[in-house]
Structure formats: C-alpha cells, structure tokens
C-alpha cells in the first residue's frame, strides 16, 4: 500500500503548494501596496500660486480632498486675481507652483525666464470669444471689418481677435482696436463704445446673457485653444523631480475626481473661489480638465511667439525653442500616455 | 482497488490536464503578447513616421530649430524602435531592414532640407525653391513605403497572433476531449462499481429487513463498497449467530428447568449443544466429593453410535487439576480448544480417541463464581480450527448452565434447612415430653430402690427373699438408667461443666472402649495436636463416645474399621448460613466413623428420636443417640451424620472451642463404708413417700432429721426450733413455692444451715440451661442410699 501512501503525500504536497502560492501572493500584493504609502515620511512644504479660477479646478478639488497629503505633499494655496500673478509669484520665489495660461508662460520664456510648463490641466476653445452686438450690422465674422472692437492689449485676447480675423481674410488694420481692461468689456460694450468685445468668460456669459438675441458670439472654430498650465521655475524642477511628480499624481486623481462626480467638484469649486455655481454649470460644458502635454501646447506657444513678434510685444525677433521649456520627464513618469508631444 | 484511491487517481489526472491547459494557455498568452508588443512597435512606427511627417511640415512653415530638435529626437526614438529585439523571424527582419534603409534616407532628406534653408536664409529663390519641393516630395514617398512597412509588420504579426490562437484552442479542445473522456469513463466506473454494488447492497437489506437472516450480499471487490458489504455480511452473520444462541439458551434453559440434578441437566446440554451446532460427542466432568479430581458424570451424549467404547474407557479416568482437556478447563477456568486430540501431549485418552477417530475437542468449564461445577467436552471426526464464536456462545450456555446449578443449590439448601429445623423442633417436642415423664419416674424408682435396699439390709443372709429384692432393685436401676438417658435427650440432665480437652478423655476411656468393640473391628484413634478445649460435663461426654461406639459397632456385625477422630475446626458463616442452629466460630470436633451398613435416608431421619431402633427386641432401646443428641445440644454443640447404605457411617459432633486451661477430672473416690452422722436434717419434699424413705435412711446413718411436706411447714417447724439445723435437704420443684426461695425465706427465720438440693430434672431455679449455679449442692433423683448418704455428708464437711 506504499502506493497509496505516495499519492497521499503528493497530494498533500500539492494542497501545501497551493496555499503556499497564495498565501506568496497575497503577502507580495499587500508589500508592494504598502510600498506605495509611504508612511511616516514628513510632508513636502511647497506653495501652489493659483488663479482663481475654474480652470484651476484640479487643483482646488486635490486641496479640499486631501490628496496632495495623500501624495506626501504640504500644499499651500496662494490665491491671485489671475494667472500672470501666479506666475509672477513664482518668478519672484514667492510660489514652487503657478496655475497660469500659455500667453505668460510665452511672455516670460520671452522675457528670457528660465521657466517649465510641467503639464496643462485645462483646455477649452469656447472659453474665448468675440461678441458682438447685432445693432451694429454684424451678423458674420466679415460684419467686423472696420468695427470698433474692444480688446485687452497684450493678451491672448488681442491674439484670438487677430487670428479671427486672419481666418477671415480681415486684415487687422482694417478694423478698430479699442484698449480695454477685462472688466470694462462689459459696460462698453452695453454702453456701444464698442461694436464688438474680444473676452472670456465670466465676462463673455454676462454679455450673453445681458444682450440675449440682440448679439452674435463667433467662437474662432478651433483657432485658438485656451489652455492652463502648470509652471515652475527651471531650477526648482531640476531640484524636486519626485515633488513635481507627486504634484501631477495628485492632480490626475483631482481630474479623475471631477470626472466622475461632476456635480460634487463643480459645488467644491464654486465654494472655493465664491463663484455663482449655476454660472459654473453653465459653463461646464466648455471646459475640459486633464492632465496632458500635447504638441499643440507647443504649436500654440509658438503661434502667439510669432504673433507677439509681429505686433511687437516683446523685443525678441527669434522664435525660442519651446521644448526647452517643457518639462517632459515629470508627467513622463506619470502618465507617459498623457504626453503626445513628439519626441 | 478502492474507490478512494479511484477518486486520488481521476483527481491527479485533471489536475495535470489542467496543469497543460493552464500552460498551452500560459504559452498562448505569451506568444500573443509578444506579437501585440510587436503590433505596438509597428504603430509605434507608422505613428512615428507620422509624427515625422508633421514636424517635416511644420518645418516647411517656420523653420525653426525646435522643428529640427523635435525631427532628430523622432528620427531616434524610431531608429530605436527598428533596431529592436522584438522581431527575431528573417522575412520580418528584412521589413525591419528596409525601413531602417528608408528612415536613413528620410534623415537624409531632412538634412538636405535644413541645409539648402540654411543656405537660401529668408529669401526664397526659385531654385531654393523648388529643391525643397522635390525634397519634401521624397520624404512624402519614402514615409509613405515606411508606412506601408509597417503596416505589413503588423499584418505578420496579427497572422500569428491568430495562428497562436488557433493553435492553443486546438490543445484546449483536445485536452478537454481528453477530460470529458476521463469523466465519462469514471462515470461508467462508478455506475459499475458503485451503484450497483449498493443497489445490491439495498436490496439486501430489504431481504434481511423482511426476516431472511440467511442472505448474504457476498461481494469479493476490495473497494470501500465491498468492505461497506462484507461489513455488512459479517453484521448479519453475527446478528444470525446471536439468533441461534438465544434460542440455543432458551431452550437449554427449559429443558434444564425441568430437570432436578447437575447430570441430567448437564445431559441435556450435551445434547441440545450437540444438536444445535454438529459436534458428536459431548462427555462431562464433575469434581468428586473432596475435589480433587473431575470424575466422569454419568451425563453424555452423542449422536453417532460407535463411540460407547470412547465412552466406557473414559469412564475410569480421572483429572486433577490442569491434566487433561477437562483438567486444563479446570485450571484455567476457560474454554479450551484442541485442534488434534490425538497429537496432544496432555491429553491422556489420545490413544482410545484415536482409536474411534476422534479429533479435534473443545472444554468448556461451568462454574458458579469461582467454583468449578463441571466442565463440559464435546468432540468431532474432523480437524477443525478454533472457532471463538462457538466457544463463546457455549460457555454462556455454560454460564447459563452454572446459574442455573447455583438457583437449584441454593433451593436445596432451603429445603435441607427446613428439614433440619422440623427435625429439631420435632426432638424439642419429645424432649419436653420424655422429661416430664421422666421426673415423675424418677420419684418412683427412688421410692422402689430405696425399699428394696432398705428390705435387703433388715433380711439376714441367705434368705431366699433376699434375692428376689435384688432383682427388684437390678430392675429398678436399669429403669433409673433409662429415665437418666431420656433427661440427658431432654437435656434436662443437670450438667457439672467443667473446661475440657477431648483428647484427655479420649485417651482415658481408650481401653475401655477397646474391650467394648471385640476383636473383629481395628480402632484407630487420630487425636489433633493441640486440640482446644470444651466446656462440657465429662461424664456426660463419656456417655456421648460409648454410645457411638456401641453404634459403631452394632453396625460391623462382621468387624471393619472404626475411626475416632479430633480436631480444630472453623465454621464459617457459609457453613452456619447452610447448617440449622450453628455459630460460626472455632469449634472442636470430635468424629466417629466405621465402615458398617450405613443407613437409608428413612432410617437416617429418625436415629435421634427417643426409642427409634432397628435392633431386635431386648438389643436396643433406641435411646442411645437421643441421649447423645440431647448432650450434644446441652453443651451447645452440633452434630451432623453422613451415612450411606453399604459404605458406612460417620458421626461428626462440634463443640464451641474455649479459650480457658482443662481442669483436673474430679475422680470421685468412694470408700467402702456409708459414712455416719449426728447432725440436724430438715427434708423438705412433697411426695411423702419420697420424704420418708429419705428420713428412714439418714436416720439410720444416726442423723437428727426433721420433715417438713412443704415450705411452710418446714418455716414453722424451724421458727419452733432451739437447736440449730445443720443441712437443709430440699426438693427442687415444690408446689407453691421453688427451692431457691424456700431458701431464701428460711435464712430470715434462722441461719448456720446448708442446703442440699435434690431433683429429678433441672429447671431455672437452680440452674440455667442445665448448668449448676455456682456454690450450690445438688443431688441427682432417683435418691441411692449410697448417693444420699455420700452427698449429705460431704455437704456437712464441705
Ligand atoms: N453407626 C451406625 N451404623 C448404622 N446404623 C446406626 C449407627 N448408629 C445408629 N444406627 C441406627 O440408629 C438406630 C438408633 O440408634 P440408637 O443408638 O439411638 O439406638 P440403638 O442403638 O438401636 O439402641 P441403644 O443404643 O439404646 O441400645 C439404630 O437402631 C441403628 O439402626
Ligand atoms: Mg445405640
């Protein structure tokens, strides 16, 4: 009966092997998960200048849930009326981190600062608009020739207004740039000092609502994307790779948030930067939050260069290489999917 | 084999089909991840290309550096992705190596592009121009074969892709065929070595569950269902086993019911074991009378003929203790099987058991307790091996047997103490009678020899009348003698207690006894060293031995062996609990055997009532064992006979041993002449006749004598009185008032006398039990001149 004793054994070996393979695995899982925590480190202090704004988002729902703690990181919000002020607290030192559009980025990488867009976290195309009012004749982008147009000078407003009107085969001359600050778009425009507005929201959308039919909203059809992105200082990128790292985690997990409770980020935004939050729904649907480094951030930067070149608003002639002014490796590390510039 | 190994085997099989579908799986999956890495590569490169492609545009727009930058980081990224490992196969190797060819050729072209802007500046020149056409043109065409490269790469690579798949879902399929097959036929398996084997099994039970103890499932497979069946078989056969045994037991329990002894009941177990089981012959053996050996019962049986001769031989055997099948059963008190009787070394009748042709033999010991009863052989033709179960449902067939022996003992010992107890209280009932005849006796016998005595001293010698009152008085004492002997039966004897040893007496009376039995019977005497004491009246202990001894020898009318025998035994609780009026204690025995006529139960029932005999007219009174019965029990003792006709008698007397040293026999010594006297005497007696002839002999022995017929006219007579009274002689039993208080009352009226007692028979007032109180003086009735005078005047020396 040896026989019988034998297949005993190898079947009790093979029971014991079973277990044991399991009992392997789940130890591995729960190590290497254990791994990922990280615990008992000491938070990283890092300031995190930002715009105000719901394109900031991101940034506001990782703040309110927690996860850049979650990422070993002490973040600080600095709040600034706009995304140039972000900037310049971080090229003054006084943030790590700027939430900011491409336009500063481009004027300071012209400027000569040694600065990195280490990823872009909101893109809209309707976000910028011109609208004009239908008393005026207009009732197609043609109808500007030779209106009177109000525009924030300097901006990516005066940059989606020329490219408007390149597109439509109206040379800039012929029309009549009026200098306005982005909060006197409004009365000058209800007032008819001008016959048409290049702006943003929320001012574009108060102008909407306040003329209803009486306006005409042209959108540019994909000539200009509006994006916000995230920028450092060259030096500080190079010294906390792991932290900017961390930073995009924690904002790919803020996106996933949002994405999946639209309703809940959007009451979490509103309070943060006490905006009106049906306003925020309404212009919902025109925002796009991820995390990503495309080619157009690229093409786009280069287009406004071009641009601020001709209209001589910086004193440089030469196109800068933008590429290094992206920091590729951070969100490379991360999410190197989310990278489509060529390489 | 076992369906549990069955069950390990099927398991292992689909353990290891599973393990090569898990690998053929594994495999597959590799493969297919491979080749999808490499479809990945080829998207890599056709995005790659395009991404090339954009750039080359984007630098045909605006020339600037970071469009060369981001053309040489792609030109790389690709150049990277061609020189892979990934493709290893010589035709996808080729693919990789044109396109490796077309990618340089692109860089070239790129190259060319860059220089002829760097040369031309911003000023476009037709020439400048159109070089970067046909540049562009060619970069387009080139891309356009890497592409279409690609696409072929991927195209190889899905192919085998599928072709893996393809493969791996054949493996599978066949390895499950493999399996299906292996379930069908375990199935098949189970059908046939399983649930058949219990349909069997099930049926079986509804047989045997309808009452047929006899069926048998009978599998012979070795797998758990078989086990599960034999199991089962074994189940029934047991239970069937234990059938036949009760009903073995009920019937041996009947039929010994029935019966009276040990050896018919043991006859009939013989034979209903016999009937019920095949054996041959069964035989037993019973302890003889000291138990020292088994002996052949009378009880056998068998069922062939042929074996009388076995049995006839047989019946001169005995066994001791562990010799000899029964011997060995006695010994070790459990059943023993010999296999081949006739091969057996302790087996003494090996030669006539072979001379029938017997072989093998069981014993069974019957035993009640601890106690062997009998032990039970029964025998067969064949050798045959030990059956355990048979041994066991004899021997509690046996044990059935030894409780039975022990309920039909116990009702024995019953009906023996019932018997026992009637017979005594029979011989109570004569006692009383005999005694009261015997008092008033006793007053006449007085009255006779006292007369005639008296008459004989006033004839002068010679006169013819003389003689006549010599018969007379002859007469008279043989009278006193038998009225003695029937006091002694009614233990109304008046007893002189005194501390005994048997032996003593024994050796005293030793030639006496010798000249009583004559020359024809040899006495042998075996005294007990060391024997203890009695306390008994010696000369009635005499009376007791010559009256056995006279038995003895009226029994050996043609002489044999008497046997007297002594000594120290214990009778226990069980001898006391089996035997009527016995204590337990140490006792001394004292045994009178011979080997006469013996007696018949009748006769032996009898012997000890009062003129039971068996002797011609004139040679027995039949008093001589009643007298020896009353003393026996007046002494606080027993006495048991064993007898059988034509073997012989033996009488065995037990009396309660004392702790106390034997005293000196007073040997009274008489002398020649009647001693003489002046002293008072007051006789006080009711019977005149009796008062006189006492007044007429003391007077003549010179004694002043008063009478008195009763107490209080013997007070009167006293209170009357100057002169002292020196000896008060007085009646035991007197109307109105006893001797004692007579007594008594007169020691108030006047002092200094003695009392001497006289009486016919005792009762309480002056002895208990028969036994004297100390310090008193008593003469015995019927008065002898001789004795009256004797006593009178040792009470007046005393
Ligand atoms: N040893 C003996 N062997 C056989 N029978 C005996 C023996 N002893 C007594 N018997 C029987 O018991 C009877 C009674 O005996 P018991 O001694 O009482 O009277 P007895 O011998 O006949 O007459 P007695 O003794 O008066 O001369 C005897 O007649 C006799 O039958
Ligand atoms: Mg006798």
Same mark, same amino acid.
């Given at each position: 009966?040896?026989?019988?004793?034998?297949?005993?054994?190898?079947?009790?070996?093979?029971?014991?092997?079973?277990?044991? !393979?399991?009992?392997?695995?789940?130890?591995?899982?729960?190590?290497?998960?254990?791994?990922?925590?990280?615990?008992?480190?000491?938070?990283?202090?890092?300031?995190?200048?930002?715009?105000?704004?719901?394109?900031?988002?991101?940034?506001?729902?990782?703040?309110?849930?927690?996860?850049?703690?979650?990422?070993?990181?002490?973040?600080?919000?600095?709040?600034?009326?706009?995304?140039?002020?972000?900037?310049?607290?971080?090229?003054?030192?006084?943030?790590?981190?700027?939430?900011?559009?491409?336009?500063?980025?481009?004027?300071?990488?012209?400027?000569?600062?040694?600065?990195?867009?280490?990823?872009?976290?909101?893109?809209?195309?309707?976000?910028?608009?011109?609208?004009?009012?239908?008393?005026?004749?207009?009732?197609?982008?043609?109808?500007?020739?030779?209106?009177?147009?109000?525009?924030?000078?300097?901006?990516?407003?005066?940059?989606?207004?020329?490219?408007?009107?390149?597109?439509? !085969?109206?040379?800039?001359?012929?029309?009549?740039?009026?200098?306005?600050?982005?909060?006197?778009?409004?009365?000058?425009?209800?007032?008819?000092?001008?016959?048409?507005?290049?702006?943003?929201?929320?001012?574009?959308?108060?102008?909407?609502?306040?003329?209803?039919?009486?306006?005409?909203?042209?959108?540019?059809?994909?000539?200009?994307?509006?994006?916000?992105?995230?920028?450092?200082?060259?030096?500080?990128?190079?010294?906390?790779?792991?932290?900017?790292?961390?930073?995009?985690?924690?904002?790919?997990?803020?996106?996933?948030?949002?994405?999946?409770?639209?309703?809940?980020?959007?009451?979490?935004?509103?309070?943060?930067?006490?905006?009106?939050?049906?306003?925020?729904?309404?212009?919902?649907?025109?925002?796009?939050? !991820?995390?990503?480094?495309?080619?157009?951030?690229?093409?786009?930067?280069?287009?406004?260069?071009?641009?601020?070149?001709?209209?001589?608003?910086?004193?440089?002639?030469?196109?800068?290489?933008?590429?290094?002014?992206?920091?590729?490796?951070?969100?490379?590390?991360?999410?190197?999917?989310?990278?489509?510039?060529?390489? | 084999?076992?369906?549990?190994?069955?069950?390990?085997?099927?398991?292992?099989?689909?353990?290891?089909?599973?393990?090569?579908?898990?690998?053929?799986?594994?495999?597959?999956?590799?493969?297919?991840?491979?080749?999808?890495?490499?479809?990945?590569?080829?998207?890599?490169?056709?995005?790659?290309?395009?991404?090339?492609?954009?750039?080359?545009?984007?630098?045909?727009?605006?020339?600037?550096?970071?469009?060369?930058?981001?053309?040489?980081?792609?030109?790389?990224?690709?150049?990277?992705?061609?020189?892979?490992?990934?493709?290893?196969?010589?035709?996808?190797?080729?693919?990789?190596?044109?396109?490796?060819?077309?990618?340089?050729?692109?860089?070239?072209?790129?190259?060319?592009?860059?220089?002829?802007?760097?040369?031309?500046?911003?000023?476009?020149?037709?020439?400048?121009?159109?070089?970067?056409?046909? &540049?562009?043109?060619?970069?387009?065409?080139?891309?356009?074969?890497?592409?279409?490269?690609?696409?072929?790469?991927?195209?190889?690579?899905?192919?085998?892709?599928?072709?893996?798949?393809?493969?791996?879902?054949?493996?599978?399929?066949?390895?499950?065929?493999?399996?299906?097959?292996?379930?069908?036929?375990?199935?098949?398996?189970?059908?046939?070595?399983?649930?058949?084997?219990?349909?069997?099994?099930?049926?079986?039970?509804?047989?045997?569950?309808?009452?047929?103890?006899?069926?048998?499932?009978?599998?012979?497979?070795?797998?758990?269902?078989?086990?599960?069946?034999?199991?089962?078989?074994?189940?029934?056969?047991?239970?069937?086993?234990?059938?036949?045994?009760?009903? &073995?037991?009920?019937?041996?329990?009947?039929?010994?019911?029935?019966?009276?002894?040990?050896?018919?009941?043991?006859?009939?177990?013989?034979?209903?074991?016999?009937?019920?089981?095949?054996?041959?012959?069964?035989?037993?053996?019973?302890?003889?009378?000291?138990?020292?050996?088994?002996?052949?019962?009378?009880?056998?049986?068998?069922?062939?003929?042929?074996?009388?001769?076995?049995?006839?031989?047989?019946?001169?055997?005995?066994?001791?203790?562990?010799?000899?099948?029964?011997?060995?059963?006695?010994?070790?008190?459990?059943?023993?099987?010999?296999?081949?009787?006739?091969?057996?070394?302790?087996?003494?009748?090996?030669?006539?058991?072979?001379?029938?042709?017997?072989?093998?033999?069981?014993?069974?010991?019957?035993?009640?307790?601890?106690?062997?009863?009998?032990?039970?052989?029964?025998?067969?033709?064949?050798?045959?091996?030990?059956?355990?179960?048979?041994?066991?449902?004899?021997?509690?067939?046996?044990?059935?047997?030894?409780?039975?022996?022990?309920?039909?003992?116990?009702?024995?010992?019953?009906?023996? &103490?019932?018997?026992?107890?009637?017979?005594?209280?029979?011989?109570?009932?004569?006692?009383?009678?005999?005694?009261?005849?015997?008092?008033?006796?006793?007053?006449?016998?007085?009255?006779?020899?006292?007369?005639?005595?008296?008459?004989?001293?006033?004839?002068?010698?010679?006169?013819?009348?003389?003689?006549?009152?010599?018969?007379?008085?002859?007469?008279?004492?043989?009278?006193?003698?038998?009225?003695?002997?029937?006091?002694?039966?009614?233990?109304?004897?008046?007893?002189?207690?005194?501390?005994?040893?048997?032996?003593?007496?024994?050796?005293?009376?030793?030639?006496?006894?010798?000249?009583?039995?004559?020359?024809?019977?040899?006495?042998?005497?075996?005294?007990?060293?060391?024997?203890?004491?009695?306390?008994?009246?010696?000369?009635?202990?005499?009376?007791?031995?010559?009256?056995?001894?006279?038995?003895?020898?009226?029994?050996?009318?043609?002489?044999?062996?008497?046997?007297?025998?002594?000594?120290?035994?214990?009778?226990?609780?069980?001898?006391?609990?089996?035997?009527?009026?016995?204590?337990?204690?140490?006792?001394?025995?004292?045994?009178?055997?011979?080997?006469?006529?013996?007696?018949?139960?009748?006769?032996?029932?009898?012997?000890?009532?009062?003129?039971?005999?068996?002797?011609?007219?004139?040679?027995?009174?039949? &008093?001589?064992?009643?007298?020896?019965?009353?003393?026996?029990?007046?002494?606080?003792?027993?006495?048991?006979?064993?007898?059988?006709?034509?073997?012989?008698?033996?009488?065995?007397?037990?009396?309660?041993?004392?702790?106390?040293?034997?005293?000196?026999?007073?040997?009274?010594?008489?002398?020649?002449?009647?001693?003489?006297?002046?002293?008072?005497?007051?006789?006080?007696?009711?019977?005149?006749?009796?008062?006189?002839?006492?007044?007429?002999?003391?007077?003549?022995?010179?004694?002043?004598?008063?009478?008195?017929?009763?107490?209080?006219?013997?007070?009167?007579?006293?209170?009357?009185?100057?002169?002292?009274?020196?000896?008060?002689?007085?009646?035991?039993?007197?109307?109105?008032?006893?001797?004692?208080?007579?007594?008594?009352?007169?020691?108030?009226?006047?002092?200094?006398?003695?009392?001497?007692?006289?009486?016919?028979?005792?009762?309480?007032?002056?002895?208990?039990?028969?036994?004297?109180?100390?310090?008193?003086?008593?003469?015995?009735?019927?008065?002898?001149?001789?004795?009256?005078?004797?006593?009178?005047?040792?009470?007046?020396?005393?």
């Amino acid at each position: 009966m040896s026989g019988e004793v034998k297949t005993k054994k190898l079947f009790q070996y093979t029971y014991l092997l079973l277990i044991g !393979g399991v009992i392997a695995l789940l130890v591995g899982y729960f190590w290497l998960s254990q791994k990922q925590q990280r615990p008992g480190e000491p938070l990283e202090k890092v300031t995190l200048a930002e715009p105000t704004q719901p394109s900031a988002g991101p940034v506001y729902i990782a703040y309110i849930k927690g996860y850049f703690k979650d990422e070993g990181l002490d973040v600080t919000l600095q709040p600034h009326t706009s995304g140039k002020a972000a900037l310049n607290a971080v090229l003054e030192g006084k943030a790590d981190l700027a939430v900011v559009a491409e336009t500063p980025i481009m004027f300071a990488v012209m400027r000569g600062e040694k600065i990195y867009a280490i990823a872009t976290l909101f893109t809209s195309e309707k976000n910028m608009a011109i609208i004009a009012r239908k008393d005026r004749k207009i009732s197609l982008p043609a109808d500007l020739k030779g209106k009177r147009i109000g525009v924030s000078i300097g901006t990516n407003g005066e940059f989606f207004m020329d490219a408007l009107l390149v597109m439509h !085969g109206i040379p800039v001359k012929e029309v009549k740039a009026v200098s306005l600050t982005p909060e006197e778009m409004f009365d000058s425009l209800v007032k008819g000092e001008v016959d048409a507005v290049s702006t943003w929201h929320p001012h574009l959308i108060r102008l909407q609502k306040k003329f209803g039919e009486r306006a005409i909203t042209f959108y540019g059809d994909g000539i200009y994307t509006w994006t916000f992105n995230v920028a450092v200082m060259q030096e500080f990128a190079h010294k906390n790779p792991e932290v900017i790292q961390r930073v995009l985690r924690t904002l790919i997990k803020a996106v996933e948030f949002i994405r999946e409770n639209p309703d809940e980020s959007r009451k979490i935004i509103a309070d943060y930067i006490r905006m009106d939050e049906s306003l925020l729904r309404e212009l919902w649907g025109i925002y796009n939050f !991820g995390i990503t480094l495309e080619q157009s951030l690229l093409i786009n930067l280069e287009n406004q260069t071009r641009w601020a070149i001709k209209n001589k608003l910086t004193d440089k002639t030469k196109v800068p290489n933008y590429l290094n002014f992206i920091y590729l490796d951070g969100l490379k590390a991360v999410k190197p999917e989310a990278v489509t510039i060529i390489r | 084999m076992k369906i549990r190994t069955r069950l390990q085997i099927i398991a292992i099989f689909s353990l290891a089909i599973a393990l090569v579908i898990g690998l053929v799986l594994f495999l597959t999956a590799q493969r297919v991840n491979k080749e999808i890495s490499g479809l990945k590569i080829a998207d890599e490169i056709a995005k790659g290309v395009f991404e090339l492609n954009i750039i080359t545009y984007e630098y045909l727009l605006h020339h600037e550096e970071r469009m060369q930058t981001q053309w040489q980081l792609r030109h790389d990224s690709l150049t990277k992705l061609l020189t892979g490992e990934e493709f290893k196969s010589p035709e996808r190797r080729l693919i990789l190596d044109r396109m490796h060819q077309n990618l340089e050729s692109l860089k070239a072209l790129f190259s060319q592009l860059v220089e002829n802007y760097k040369r031309r500046g911003r000023k476009e020149s037709a020439l400048s121009r159109e070089l970067e056409e046909r &540049l562009a043109g060619q970069l387009l065409v080139k891309s356009q074969a890497m592409v279409s490269d690609a696409s072929q790469l991927a195209e190889a690579s899905r192919a085998e892709v599928a072709i893996a798949q393809q493969r791996s879902s054949l493996l599978v399929m066949v390895f499950v065929a493999i399996m299906a097959a292996i379930i069908a036929a375990v199935s098949f398996m189970f059908g046939r070595s399983v649930v058949k084997p219990i349909r069997k099994l099930h049926e079986g039970t509804e047989i045997i569950g309808a009452g047929n103890l006899d069926y048998r499932v009978g599998t012979t497979a070795k797998d758990e269902i078989g086990q599960l069946s034999r199991a089962f078989d074994e189940m029934i056969g047991k239970r069937k086993r234990a059938e036949e045994e009760v009903r &073995l037991l009920q019937t041996i329990t009947f039929a010994i019911s029935e019966t009276g002894d040990v050896h018919s009941a043991l006859k009939i177990v013989l034979q209903k074991v016999c009937e019920a089981t095949g054996w041959i012959m069964g035989e037993a053996w019973v302890p003889n009378s000291d138990g020292t050996n088994l002996e052949c019962s009378p009880a056998w049986y068998s069922r062939v003929e042929g074996l009388e001769k076995f049995r006839k031989e047989s019946e001169k055997f005995t066994f001791p203790l562990g010799i000899g099948l029964p011997g060995r059963a006695w010994s070790s008190k459990k059943p023993v099987w010999v296999g081949n009787v006739t091969l057996d070394s302790n087996f003494p009748r090996a030669e006539i058991a072979k001379g029938v042709g017997l072989k093998t033999a069981m014993a069974i010991p019957v035993l009640i307790g601890d106690e062997i009863v009998a032990v039970m052989d029964f025998f067969v033709f064949e050798a045959r091996k030990e059956d355990e179960r048979l041994l066991e449902i004899i021997s509690s067939v046996a044990s059935q047997l030894g409780s039975l022996i022990q309920r039909k003992r116990a009702e024995q010992e019953v009906r023996v &103490l019932e018997e026992q107890l009637r017979q005594s209280q029979k011989m109570e009932a004569i006692g009383r009678l005999a005694g009261g005849i015997a008092h008033d006796f006793n007053n006449l016998l007085t009255i006779i020899k006292g007369y005639s005595q008296l008459s004989f001293g006033e004839l002068k010698e010679g006169d013819p009348l003389r003689e006549n009152i010599e018969e007379i008085r002859k007469a008279a004492d043989r009278a006193a003698d038998l009225t003695r002997q029937l006091l002694a039966f009614s233990r109304r004897q008046v007893m002189e207690v005194q501390v005994l040893d048997l032996n003593t007496v024994l050796k005293n009376l030793d030639k006496m006894l010798r000249r009583m039995i004559g020359e024809d019977i040899e006495l042998t005497t075996l005294l007990f060293e060391d024997l203890g004491r009695v306390k008994a009246d010696p000369g009635q202990i005499e009376q007791v031995i010559m009256n056995l001894i006279v038995n003895a020898r009226d029994a050996m009318p043609r002489g044999g062996k008497l046997t007297i025998e002594t000594a120290n035994v214990e009778l226990d609780k069980e001898y006391a609990r089996t035997h009527v009026a016995v204590t337990p204690g140490p006792h001394v025995m004292l045994a009178v055997s011979d080997t006469g006529v013996g007696m018949t139960p009748e006769i032996k029932a009898k012997i000890f009532e009062p003129f039971f005999t068996t002797k011609e007219k004139g040679r027995g009174t039949g &008093l001589g064992l009643s007298t020896v019965y009353g003393i026996v029990k007046q002494s606080g003792g027993n006495i048991w006979v064993y007898s059988e006709p034509g073997r012989g008698t033996t009488f065995k007397i037990y009396l309660p041993r004392v702790d106390e040293l034997a005293e000196e026999l007073r040997v009274k010594v008489e002398g020649p002449e009647l001693p003489r006297g002046s002293e008072t005497i007051l006789i006080v007696e009711d019977d005149e006749k009796v008062r006189k002839l006492a007044l007429k002999i003391l007077e003549k022995q010179g004694y002043e004598v008063l009478e008195a017929g009763g107490g209080n006219e013997a007070l009167e007579i006293c209170r009357g009185l100057e002169k002292p009274i020196h000896v008060v002689l007085a009646d035991v039993v007197m109307p109105g008032m006893d001797g004692r208080q007579f007594a008594e009352k007169l020691r108030e009226v006047c002092q200094g006398f003695k009392v001497l007692y006289m009486s016919g028979y005792t009762d309480n007032t002056i002895a208990h039990h028969g036994i004297l109180d100390e310090g008193l003086d008593f003469i015995q009735k019927p008065l002898s001149v001789d004795g009256l005078v004797r006593k009178v005047r040792e009470v007046l020396d005393k």
